[in-house]
């Protein structure tokens, strides 16, 4: 599999012209929360911002990744899709403090820590920590920061046994962690993986709390509200990763992974920006999987 195959997988992929009207969006809102906006506005293919909060980047990222899991045959692994929902982590509507440290978390590196010390051979984890502005009935509902993880050579009960010993999981969640066994087909891998990192600024509109939403654009403040929540951070600090390493947004396997992990049979192969923000002056879903 060559590097751009993945790409016939999700033909709807981060369409460009979505992605600079988001890269404009944002750069807007920066500049109302007396933000440098100048870098996001320029930042271009060849010279990245590398804003996590810019979506050309995030889309950069994003390809970058998913060709790196193209060239090495990682489609051939046995994955589980997991998300986790931690307590106390749902920041109410109307909220704009910053939630604070993303994959540097301490409960993100302690569930990493944990599943190393478990020493299951060929594991690869990636994925990313998330958040989405919900609406319910066209109000404000809330905005839950949650893990999304692709995790491979794992059984759902060793996933499970390390979740369980490291989450407080959020009680009030219907499903706060959900481990489910990625398809057999690329089209099941591939959305499944691009699902596992997002583009950064996200809305969700449910018509009631428990029915499964739509995504939809953000309004302006929303944008700004998610901003401040999300705080202003680098490109690779939202991603989760273990047995793989990213070097300037480009992937690799770590040394003790390269050369044990099963290619198939063709030839192959946080600390934040800035302090706390000011107060604002002040894909495509996968399939049967709630935000």
Known sequence: MTRSSWRRHLPDFDPI??????????ANALRMLGLDHLPMRECSGV?????????????????HLLGFLADEYLDQQHWHFVTIRPEGWTMPAGEFRQFGLLRDHPLVENLVKRFRRMVIPGLIIFGSVETVYNTVSNRPAGKPFHIHLMVAAASAAQINGAVQAIVPLNGQDVKPLDIRRVGSTPEDFYEAASYAFKQPLLKKSRVAPASFGVMQSLKAAERRELIQNLGVH?????????GIRCDSGRFRLTANLSATTNRGENPSSHQLLSGGLPQASRHNQLRGRRE
């Open 17 to 26: 012209s979505k992605i600079k009207r988001q890269q404009r969006e944002t």
């Open 47 to 63: 010279e990245p911002c590398r804003n996590g909060l810019c979506a050309r980047c995030a889309r950069q990222l994003r390809s």
């Open 234 to 242: 680098g490109w690779t600090r939202r991603l989760i990763l273990s």
